[in-house]
T-cell receptor
Framework: DAGVIQSPRHEVTEMGQEVTLRCKPI?????LFWYRQTMMRGLELLIY????????DSGMPEDRFSAKMPNASFSTLKIQPSEPRDSAVYFC?????????????FGDGTRLSIL | AQSVTQPDIHITVSEGASLELRCNYS??????LFWYVQSPGQGLQLLLK??????LVQGIKGFEAEFKRSQSSFNLRKPSVHWSDAAEYFC???????????FGKGTRLHILP
């Protein structure tokens, strides 16, 4: 079975540009999570969805960040405009309701560098 | 609010030696506890979890963890490490089955040949 698929794996862009990160969760999973990982702050939950509906977005740092899940097989995390402090590794994870809202499977991440 | 502490940022052990990674949590009730592993350039993988019942939990890759309520700890152990176990390990805690989990800062494990 395919795992959680994230694209792109690496993104380098200039400050002020729009960045869109993509995620395809594992088929059948009804929870989807977006995390950000940095050396300073560790792993932070940004937002999570249940059945395509955002449940908790309290971790989204600013209005520049937005996330959508138009269907069960696709989600995006958008940053507009991007800033150098947004540089981090962004992970998508999915899980099924048998484990409630704990992520069981992570993608390999998108390493984002904002110049 | 609940929190989770991993007091060791780095741990180095020799291949074949035993391993114990420490995790302490702060919460009044029994939380839901997890250990994840992250290999370089990859996402996290769930090793094991504790919800209730037997306080010694078996996980994948030969790992186990023991919940000790009196010490508010959930330490991860392995009797004999392999070079492939070199990775970063994260402890996580949740209030209940319906709440998001909080990750510790991680412990990076180095293996000496």
């Amino acid at each position: 079975d395919a795992g959680v698929i994230q694209s792109p794996r690496h993104e380098v862009t200039e400050m002020g540009q729009e960045v869109t990160l993509r995620c395809k969760p594992i088929s059948g999973h009804d929870y989807l999570f977006w995390y950000r990982q940095t050396m300073m702050r560790g792993l932070e939950l940004l937002i999570y969805f249940n059945n395509n509906v955002p449940i908790d977005d309290s971790g989204m740092p600013e209005d520049r960040f937005s996330a959508k899940m138009p269907n069960a097989s696709f989600s995006t995390l958008k940053i507009q405009p991007s800033e150098p402090r947004d540089s981090a590794v962004y992970f998508c994870a999915s899980g099924n309701s048998g484990f409630s809202n704990q992520p069981q499977h992570f993608g390999d991440g998108t390493r984002l560098s904002i110049l | 609010a609940q929190s989770v502490t991993q007091p060791d940022i780095h741990i180095t052990v020799s291949e074949g030696a035993s391993l114990e990674l420490r995790c302490n949590y702060s919460y009044g009730a029994t939380p839901y506890l997890f250990w994840y592993v992250q290999s370089p350039g990859q996402g996290l993988q769930l090793l094991l979890k504790y919800f209730s019942g037997d306080t010694l939990v078996q996980g994948i890759k030969g790992f186990e963890a023991e919940f000790k309520r009196s010490q508010s700890s959930f330490n991860l152990r392995k009797p004999s490490v392999h070079w492939s176990d070199a990775a970063e390990y994260f402890c996580a805690v949740g209030l209940n089955r319906d709440d998001k989990i909080i990750f510790g800062k991680g412990t990076r494990l180095h293996i000496l040949p």
